[in-house]
């Protein structure tokens, strides 16, 4: 059987993106979100490049169902040898002494928990085999706060706690851990970041070329696909016109 991969987070931007990357690449494809009929979609593409594909429909912020999810999985498919923890997102842009709370453990529950999740319920199964891959989509927001981005900014700083905590915790196997860090994509981030408002998630990325999800795909890809002696810790990856999370010039 090919190299398994999941993806988290598979329906759209980024995670979409590391999906077909992947399976161009032979994996055979574990992609999962909430939106059931964007997976089904993604799944017939996928398939007929000549991979297996399984579908999870669940919410990354809700343990019994993610447990569920993966204990679903047929005995052979459970050996998953590349984990993409990408679901997650951010929610408003406001000072943090105006925030929003639901908004605030949305991200929590999503970027911090939901990818510990994940992690605790596969990396077990890398440890036993001494074998496999946890690439964690941090962001350029996780290595210094930018203004309004506070409760986002930290969570991209937990996760990349949370990968250098896990790349040591598993330096006596041969599990790598990768924390991507991009910068500007153009996904569907900032019209959920702005609740739906196009408008303003279009000015995101008025006057500068963005990043895709294809880029930062391979990105991704680059590390997966790395010698097995080799562990690519980290990458930052930004738009040619931005310096940091702060600094973007528009032209
Ligand atoms: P999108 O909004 O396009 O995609 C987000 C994905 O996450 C969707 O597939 C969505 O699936 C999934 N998701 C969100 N919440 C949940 C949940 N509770 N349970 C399961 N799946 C969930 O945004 P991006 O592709 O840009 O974002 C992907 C990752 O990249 C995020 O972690 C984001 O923080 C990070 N990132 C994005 C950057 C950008 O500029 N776009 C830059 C740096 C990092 P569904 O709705 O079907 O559940
Ligand atoms: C997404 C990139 O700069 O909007 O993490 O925070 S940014």
């Keep these: 059987m090919n190299k398994i991969a999941l993806v988290t987070g598979a329906t759209s931007g980024i995670g979409e993106a590391c999906a077909r990357k992947l399976a161009v690449n032979g994996y055979n494809m574990?992609?999962?979100?909430?939106?059931?009929?964007r997976l089904d979609a993604l799944a017939q593409e996928l398939s007929a490049l000549g991979v297996g594909v399984i579908t999870l429909e669940f919410d990354v912020r809700d343990r019994e169902a993610a447990t569920a999810a993966i204990q679903s999985l047929p005995p052979e498919w459970q050996e998953i040898d590349v984990l993409v923890n990408n679901a997650g997102g951010a929610l408003g842009l406001e000072p943090e002494y105006e925030?929003?709370?639901e908004d605030w453990d949305t991200m929590i529950d999503t970027n911090i928990k939901g990818l510990l999740t994940m992690t605790r319920l596969?990396?077990?199964?890398?440890?036993?085999?001494?074998?496999?891959?946890?690439?964690?989509?941090?962001?350029?927001?996780?290595?210094?706060?930018?203004?309004?981005g506070n409760v986002y900014c930290a969570t991209k700083s937990a996760v990349k706690?949370?990968?250098?905590?896990?790349?040591?915790d598993v330096a006596h196997t041969s599990v790598r851990v990768t924390n991507i860090k991009p910068g500007l994509v153009e996904t569907n981030f900032s019209v959920i970041r702005f609740h739906g408002d196009k408008e303003r998630a279009d000015n995101v990325?008025?006057?500068?070329?963005?990043?895709?999800?294809?880029d930062i795909a391979e990105t991704v890809y680059f590390a997966v696909s790395a010698p097995a002696h080799v562990q690519v810790a980290e990458i930052l990856v930004l738009a040619t016109h931005q310096a940091n999370g702060s600094t973007i010039v528009r032209r």
């Design 99 to 101: 925030g929003n709370y």
């Design 122 to 148: 596969i990396v077990p199964g890398m440890v036993k085999r001494d074998r496999g891959h946890v690439v964690n989509i941090g962001s350029v927001a996780g290595d210094a706060a930018y203004a309004n």
């Design 205 to 214: 990325y008025k006057g500068i070329q963005p990043l895709t999800g294809e």
């Design 30 to 37: 574990i992609i999962t979100g909430r939106r059931a009929e």
């Design 161 to 168: 706690a949370l990968s250098d905590g896990l790349r040591i």
